[in-house]
């Protein structure tokens, strides 16, 4: 196990990053959709961290022939999803196994998709009952719900879904099973979430319209067009920077080439609420919306934040931080999802910040934040990235601090550590 120290940033800084990892949700997508197409897939900047090679390594295991010249990726898709001769190991990814059980209910063959251990102990009947309610055979620990996961390919029926969730998991599950359905699916989602399953499949020759509060998903008989794509950079992954200039006096920090979806930039509009200096550049669109944000550091004040949740779900650990350095009660409300992340992050962190000295009250949909002068302290990642990397943070604009058990940053931003040591200084021990 390893563990990150960062001591406090001993002076203001200045960065312009243009190597911040590429967009996770959208990498998955890249080596999922290949499967898809009628030929070669071309995708530069993929993100080469932990979860997204898993499901490209899956991709692989179902037929696909992946090729790596310079920082492109060529897919190129099998005539038929193989069935594979073992386990597919989707790691510590819920946006892999979820979206995975979607594309193979309507493939024939015998799929069996499992993760580590906190992968393994989150919600799996979210995609799996109404993937079973419209013919699909699956099944899974604790009546259908923990992976590892059976799915027995079968003939699907088209369907109309209002799911009770914001979930784009759920959706794109759904998505990608109606592709292959006998007529035309519709589906309804309770908020808006990320929509780059939409987008993707939609350049990719896929007919899916909005129908009032519904989207339709028409089936497809052949091969889909293939993707082209240079993945942008992940505003998630970006953001823990954003938070960086917004705490640390005097910093500022330009991020480059993000996708500013507006399904995916919720926190950074957040962030600028609170009192931070923002600006968005958006430059070029290639399935999405591109562009810069640059980010400066002004005093917090405190905010609430209960709509659009799932646009900002991912980010909330990191303003979290931001919170406890602003002045006032921030409150974060119709949040429950955090409960079922990589780790319980109401729970993560509401216990780190309490170490470092901040007041915080936890109900069942989020939590509020006293803004204080926080303290640095030894916290625990709980075996979550964005967890870790988020008190990492804290640090910079506090004093010396440990966070323990930081492997899991690789998941998503194998980076991380080289880019926040040209603001501050860090050290790794242990093994
Ligand atoms: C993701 C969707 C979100 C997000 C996750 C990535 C995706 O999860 O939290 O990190 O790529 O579709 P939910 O759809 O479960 O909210």
């Known amino acids: 196990m390893k563990n990150l120290q960062v001591l406090k940033a001993k002076s203001s800084f200045s960065q312009e990053i243009d190597s911040i990892a590429s967009d996770k949700s959208i990498s998955h997508r890249c080596a999922m959709f290949s499967l898809l197409s009628s030929a070669e897939c071309e995708v530069e900047n993929f993100l080469e961290a932990e979860d997204t090679l898993n499901s490209l390594k899956i991709a692989q295991e179902l037929g696909a022939v992946v090729k790596k010249e310079n920082n492109k990726y060529f897919i190129t898709p099998p005539k038929k999803i193989k069935e594979p001769s073992d386990v597919l190991d989707c790691g510590n990814a819920g946006t892999g196994i979820r979206l995975y059980c979607g594309l193979l209910a309507g493939s024939d063959g015998f799929f069996v998709l499992s993760g580590d251990k906190y992968l393994r102990s989150r919600p799996m009947k979210r995609v799996i009952k109404p993937l079973c309610d419209i013919g699909a055979k699956i099944d899974a620990r604790d009546n259908a719900n923990l992976a590892p996961i059976a799915i027995r390919g079968a003939s699907l029926k088209a369907f109309t879904y209002e799911s009770a969730i914001s979930s784009a998991q759920v959706k794109s599950a759904m998505i990608l099973a109606a592709l292959g359905a006998d007529g035309v699916c519709r589906y309804k989602e309770s908020e808006l979430s990320r929509d780059h399953t939409e ?17 339709e998903i028409h089936p497809v008989k052949e091969p889909l067009k293939p993707l082209k794509i240079k993945v942008p950079t992940d505003p998630s992954s970006a953001f823990f920077f954003a938070v960086a200039a917004a705490i640390v006096p005097n ?5 480059k080439n993000l996708t500013l979806n507006p399904t995916r930039i919720e926190a950074f509009k957040v962030l600028k609420k609170m009192g931070a200096k923002i600006e968005f550049v958006e430059k070029e669109n290639i399935y999405e919306p591109i562009g810069d944000i640059l980010v400066e550091y002004a005093p917090l004040k405190s905010v609430e934040v209960s709509e659009n949740i799932s646009w900002l779900i991912d980010e909330l650990p990191a303003l979290s931080i931001a919170m406890a350095f602003a002045s006032g009660t921030s409150i974060v409300r119709n949040a429950k999802e955090l409960r079922v992340k990589e780790s319980d992050r109401i729970e993560s962190v509401a216990k780190n910040l309490r170490i470092a000295g901040v007041e915080v ?21 709980f075996g979550d990235h964005r967890i870790a990397m988020s008190f990492a943070l804290l640090a910079m604009a506090s004093s010396e601090s440990t966070i323990k058990d930081i492997d899991c940053i690789s998941t ?16 790794i021990y242990g093994s």
Request: without cysteine.
């Open 199 to 215: 987008r993707m499949l939609r350049g990719m020759g896929v007919k899916i319209e909005k129908s009032g509060d519904f989207i």
């Open 251 to 255: 910093s500022k920090v330009l991020l």
């Open 361 to 381: 009250t936890t109900v069942e949909d989020g939590y509020s934040v006293m803004g204080t002068t926080p303290r640095g302290a030894v916290f625990d990642s």
């Open 412 to 427: 998503s931003f194998p980076n991380f550590i080289e880019l926040l040591s040209k603001m501050t200084e860090t050290k």
